[in-house]
């Protein structure tokens, strides 16, 4: 699981997808991975820029202490996977599979995904845990990502998928959290 720049600021320009709605889902996609043992990995851009992007959500800090303490913090490399951090978290993780999402899909996830892509990475973006200033932002960057080889998902969906059994420890953990 790999969440991009989810700021209390820039949560707020992600205005394509309504702000309860993108932090309910940040939040949903953290517990099921905190539940399920999955790998995180969290990034933030110039989190000391208190004004504009500031820090990540306090609410990820309590969901998942251990990624939030790891985080990798990006002094303003727009595309987190030139960040060379950024990207050894990621190869780290030992996985092959990634579920990414991105505060700015234009902005924050266009550009790692298809970097991952690139690397050789099954890429799953989660599109409501997203959100672009305005609608043909938000289009753009989903054709984009098709385009380069880049699946789109919600998080009902990619919860759903990764669960696979409800009556699985995974479905324990899972259930509660989309309800």
Known sequence: ?????????????????????????????????AGTQMPVVLT?????????????MPELQQALPEAFAARIKRVGVVNAWNDPAFAEACRA????NLVMAGVTTDVCMVAPAISAVEEGFDVQVVCDACG?????????S?????RAGVRLTSTNAIVAELVK????????VAFPLLT
């Open 1 to 33: 699981m790999i969440l991009i720049d989810h700021q209390v600021g820039t949560n707020t320009w992600a205005s394509s997808t309504p702000l309860a709605l993108l932090q309910r889902n940040v939040m949903i996609l953290a517990r099921f991975a």
């Open 44 to 56: 933030s851009s110039q989190e000391t820029n208190i004004d504009v992007q500031g820090p990540l």
């Open 93 to 96: 993780t030992g996985r092959r």
């Open 132 to 140: 672009s200033s305005n609608a043909i932002a938000e289009e753009m």
């Open 142 to 146: 989903y054709r984009r990502m098709e």
């Open 165 to 172: 059994n409800w009556a699985t420890p995974a479905g324990a």
